[in-house]
Nanobody
Framework: QVQLVESGGGLVQAGGSLRLSCAAS????????MGWYRQAPGKARELVAR???????TYADSVKGRFTISRDNAKNTVYLQMNSLKPEDTAVYYC?????????WGKGTLVTVSS
């Protein structure tokens, strides 16, 4: 069983930065694709960024150039550096581990961007 614990959310002003972290338990982290997703009130959950086990990254168009996903396999942790934050980035951010057909989700961390 894998557990994912997100941290680093909070309240920030527009234009500010936050770094989210997601720590994973278990031994499959380094072999897994990791993703950050977000869900704003009244909206569907959406992909923000993903990073493969080999380090290939994918970003939603809305965050390209502002957010950076990275991973530290020695620490079983994936990060999301968020810069130039906008009010529309306000959401609960979730970490997901993908290993084949198996997915694990964290419980999320709230990011609120004030204008």
């Amino acid at each position: 069983q894998v557990q994912l614990v997100e941290s680093g959310g909070g309240l920030v002003q527009a234009g500010g930065s936050l770094r989210l972290s997601c720590a994973a338990s278990g031994s499959i982290f380094s072999f897994s694709t990791m993703g950050w997703y977000r869900q704003a009130p009244g909206k569907a959950r959406e992909l923000v960024a993903r990073i493969s086990s080999g380090g290939t990254t994918t970003y939603a168009d809305s965050v390209k150039g502002r957010f950076t996903i990275s991973r530290d396999n020695a620490k079983n942790t994936v990060y999301l550096q968020m810069n130039s934050l906008k009010p529309e980035d306000t959401a609960v951010y979730y970490c997901r581990l993908e290993n084949g057909a198996i997915y694990y989700w964290g419980k999320g961390t709230l990011v609120t961007v004030s204008s």
